[in-house]
Nanobody
Framework: VQLQASGGGLVQPGGSLRLSCAAS????????IAWFRQAPGKEREGVSF???????WYADSVKGRFTISRDSAKRTVYLQMNSLKPEDTALYYC????????????????????WGHGTQVTVSS
C-alpha cells in the first residue's frame, strides 16, 4: 500500500488549493481514505474522510469550505479546499485503511496503518 500526497503550496487567505492523494498497491474503493493535518506544536487532527460508499465526514472547522472526492479510475482522492484561512496552515497527510480497522472512529489518526508523506499548505498574505 502506497499513498502519495501532493498539491500543497502557499496561498493567500480566501484562496483555494486542491490536494491529491494517489494510491497504489490496493483497491481504492475498498478502503476508507482520510485527510489529516498537523500544525507546528499541535496534534494531528482529522480533516475529512471518504468511505467505500462515498459517505463523507468533515471536521467542523472545515465544513462548508472543503470537499473530499474520489476518482476510482485515477486511483486518487482529492481534497478541494476553498476560502482558506491562516489557521488552515499545516502539513496535510492522507491515510488509508480498511473500514473494519477504522470503523470505531475514522477521524482518529491512530487507527490508520497506511500513510503518505505530508504536503505543506501555507495560508498567508
Amino acid at each position: 500500500v502506497q499513498l502519495q500526497a501532493s498539491g500543497g503550496g502557499l496561498v493567500q487567505p480566501g484562496g483555494s488549493l486542491r490536494l491529491s492523494c494517489a494510491a497504489s498497491g490496493f483497491t481504492l474503493d475498498y478502503y476508507v481514505i482520510a485527510w489529516f493535518r498537523q500544525a507546528p506544536g499541535k496534534e494531528r487532527e482529522g480533516v475529512s474522510f471518504i468511505s467505500m460508499k462515498d459517505g463523507t465526514w468533515y471536521a467542523d472547522s472545515v465544513k462548508g469550505r472543503f470537499t473530499i472526492s474520489r476518482d476510482s479510475a485515477k486511483r486518487t482522492v482529492y481534497l478541494q479546499m476553498n476560502s482558506l484561512k491562516p489557521e488552515d496552515t499545516a502539513l496535510y497527510y492522507c491515510a488509508a485503511d480498511a473500514l473494519s480497522r477504522v470503523a470505531g472512529g475514522p477521524h482518529e489518526a491512530f487507527r490508520y496503518d497506511y500513510w503518505g508523506h505530508g504536503t505543506q499548505v501555507t495560508v498567508s498574505s
